[in-house]
């Protein structure tokens, strides 16, 4: 998940850095030179000896060692890929760019140019001629970490054993995705599940499906199934036996540190991928115990890539030349895919009334929260206006701006938002300050994730536009732990202190901006027991649903826009939720004094490697290019 930080007192300590020069321009990862892959199968994670494991995980070798942070907060609770309860934040993360170190899917998404690259598969995959299924072939040098094929009976299993439980993936896509089924041994056909014209329902899901969710082995999902009474139990499996097809592996976890280890017999070392293997032996993640300690690492280069916010990045290069450096090398230093949104608790006293909720929004200062809580790390919503859309121009020329434009607003309107209050007669009846809806006093708590501190410092605002009209809102801050627990269980009310609430939104992928639109607005994930995709608010409204469900059949892009418009125009207009700032799909921030070559804009690779921190999609072909600064 994406915590963030503050430099805080990382400048103070930058001063004492070993600073190490720049390596050349990263180079593409394929194709590669033929080095087959070895003939022997690897030690399960299993047979690694515990104490041998955590005495290496305490003395890593720096010049083998990749280190993170910004991404686990909190000890691992496991290594199950059926599972959506891991807090596994390395290894298990199955979404547009799925995170593909332990688990593979047959293809990885490149948010730089939108393509679909195969990595299990084997060349591209292909609609048949009435759009109903999908056809692609797996590689047939694939194998699993026991030395066994990558097959599609693997797949067609995975599929299945994921509806037979009602998983998190099967909930998100059983609705459009009908079988996956094996014709040979690396022969795979998705059929999708199809519409009144024969088409498929989505076809859009039915693409994005081959790069976002995992192929498991079937004979270790068999013995997974044999010590499991029921789905909760499955899932509940930490499955430290699991067999994967990546290049790195379960070594060492605690409440400090996690490790993979590379897999020196990864397939992916064969000719028709990589050419070789990833470069680091261990990616380490420490779990830091605040804000200032990770900020203090990444400018002590104790961290080489860091995913978590870190304001006045530039500092740390500007003011004392360390080798520090973003994806983009001036403000905003991120490409700007997601964006980071408060929902409405439309249970709670007056949320249910427009005009309180839109006369917040309004109220917001947002260019506070860009300047301050984000240092300029994101575009303004002057330079870009509040849609359903990031700030990409791909996205931003999919509706009419001019059409919604009276709908739009920058923020810190405080006279706007009063005067929309009392023309509700949402007003102070008893001279106390504060208005009343419905007999009683307008209270609520705005809330996101403790630590996460642009989140925190974005909040504070949304408080303090609150008390400048009239609305009290006070802030609260619940650790993680607890609050993805409450606000993902849909199936229940969202209790009180959850009124005002922060969580993320889909950033670029196969399916977007369709997918963000639908995660934001629809009415399906109401009720769901674990709802990890959107509209936590519980938001609904038919004709947005309708226009959601039309989009992913249509080919007229003119017809394609004014749905995407009538979707933004409605969403402005009910104010379900808003957005508080745009930010990166990930943070992706470097201290090159030990590794270097990462992806950085116009570095030359190609496919152009996006900075997901070598983990996500493409992204994991970071990791082929990087190398030692002092080998």
Known sequence: MRK?????????????????????????????????????????????????????????PRNETMYFNGQQWGAVVGWNPYSNSNNNAMAVNQQDSARVLMFETPYVYDMLDGKQYPLLADGP????????????????????????????????????????????????????????????????????????????????????????????QKAWTQKLEARSADATALMADPAMDVVYSGPYHYFFADDSKVVLIRDDNYWGQDASMFGKLPAPKYLAHTIFKDNAAGSIALAQGEV???QQFNSNIQVLWLNYALPVSTYLPDAPYGIGASLPTAFYNLKSNGLDNVAIRKAIAMAVDYPTII?????????????????????????????????????????????????????AGIKDTNGDGNREANGKELHYVATCPNGWSDWQAAIEVVA?????IGID???????????QTVVTKSDAPLPDGYDIFMMWSDGAGPTEPWGRVRHLLSSEFIGMASNWNGNWGQYSNPDADALIKEIPTLTDPAKIKDDYTQLVK?????????TLMYRPQSFHAVNESVWTNFPHQGDGTNPPVPPLDCMDGWGVACLYNVTLVNP
Not at 17 to 42: I, Q, R
Not at 183 to 205: E, F, Q, R, Y
Request: net charge negative; hydrophobic share 45%; with cysteine.
């Open 371 to 423: 300047a301050n809580a984000m240092t300029n790390q994101s575009a303004t919503f002057d330079q870009v206006p509040r849609s359903l859309m990031n700030p990409t121009p791909g996205e931003q020329a999919l509706y009419d701006h001019a059409t919604v434009a009276d709908l739009q607003w920058a923020g810190n309107d405080i006279e706007g938002a009063k005067a929309l209050l009392d023309a």
């Open 473 to 483: 809102i006070v802030t609260n801050y619940p650790e993680w732990a607890v609050y």
């Open 4 to 60: 963030s930080f503050g430099i805080l007192v990382a400048i103070f300590m930058a001063a004492t850095m070993v600073l190490s020069s720049c390596g050349p321009v990263a180079t593409t990862v394929a194709p590669a030179t033929n080095v087959p892959p070895k003939a022997t199968a690897v030690v399960p994670p299993t047979a690694i000896p515990t104490q041998s494991a955590a005495d290496i995980a305490g003395s890593l």
């Open 304 to 306: 080489d890539v860091s």
């Open 464 to 468: 303090a536009a609150g008390k400048k």
């Open 570 to 578: 409605i969403y402005l207009t009910d104010v379900p939720s808003f």
């Open 125 to 216: 995959w292909a609609w048949d001629a009435g759009m109903t299924q999908i056809t692609f072939k797996l590689k047939t040098v694939a194998h699993w970490s026991d030395g066994t094929p990558v097959t599609a009976d693997d797949y067609a299993y995975t599929w299945a054993t994921e509806l037979k439980y009602n998983t998190a993936v099967a909930s998100a896509n059983k609705d459009y995705i009908d079988t996956i089924t094996a014709t040979d041994a690396h022969s795979v056909v998705i059929k999708a599940k199809l519409g009144a014209d024969g088409k498929a329902l989505n076809p859009l899901l039915a693409a994005a499906f081959v790069s976002s969710n995992y192929v498991l």
